[in-house]
């Protein structure tokens, strides 16, 4: 069903931008088998705007939704993924236009890389390791962001510590300091880190040393 928000925005000097109420979309991060993470993409149809590039699964806002519905309404439109699959950690301002037109960059986990579906606007859908993304095509959009959406991979020592295992892997943000994937080795070198379990929204990262 078409929404409300579907429609181009048009500022005073003519610059256009998809979504009346601006546009949300959602990035999606996943394990892989290595330690290292995937992140869901759109590689865009040609007849779209900025065909052939790759960007996130996302689109416009209704006028009644927050960001984080919007995102995850747009990937099960253009994935099949839907909000039982994933766990949103963080939302991001990612561009704002001097027309007040804004895209908004819901971060999300999964506990693997999810099948998907693909709509009539994904040439494909592809699970790429977060390491190779910047080597696509990417939507120009989405390229400028990326630099601050990647997360630090961050490797955690776990010895008995039963409600952090649980909690990995995981996205996490911390102030000033951007985004890191944690994900747990048994011992060796690692982190040693300090979580705040009673935190709203899960276990927050507080303090991490390297260890030897």
């Known amino acids: 069903m078409r929404g409300d928000g579907d429609g181009w925005y048009k500022s005073t000097d003519g610059i256009k931008h998809w979504g009346k109420f601006g ?4 990035l999606l991060r996943a394990p892989l088998p290595g330690g290292g993470s995937a992140v869901l993409l759109q590689h865009r149809a040609p007849w779209s705007h900025q065909g052939g590039t790759w960007a996130l699964p996302g689109g416009a806002r209704d006028s009644h939704e927050s960001p984080e519905h919007a995102a995850v309404r747009e990937a099960e439109e253009e994935a099949g993924i839907t909000a039982d699959d994933l766990r949103v950690r963080a939302e991001r301002l990612t561009m704002t236009a001097p027309s007040g037109w804004t895209y908004i960059t819901v971060i999300a986990d999964a506990d ?12 494909e859908l592809a699970w790429v390791p977060e390491a190779e ?11 400028t962001a990326w630099t601050e959406l990647r997360a630090v991979p961050l490797r955690v020592r776990v010895e008995s510590d039963a409600e952090l295992t649980d909690a990995l892997p995981r996205t996490i943000e911390l102030p000033e300091q951007g985004f890191f994937w944690l994900h747990a080795c048994v011992d060796g070198p690692g ?9 709203p929204d899960g276990p927050v990262l507080t303090r991490a040393d390297i260890l030897t």
Do not use: M, Y
């Not at 546009?23 to 959602?26: C, W, Y």
């Open 133 to 143: 993304v910047a080597d696509l095509p990417l939507h120009p959009g989405f390229a």
């Open 23 to 26: 546009a949300a979309g959602l």
């Open 191 to 199: 982190i040693e880190i300090v979580l705040d379990v009673n935190a």
């Open 112 to 123: 693997k890389p999810l099948p998907t579906v693909a709509n009539r606007e994904s040439a």
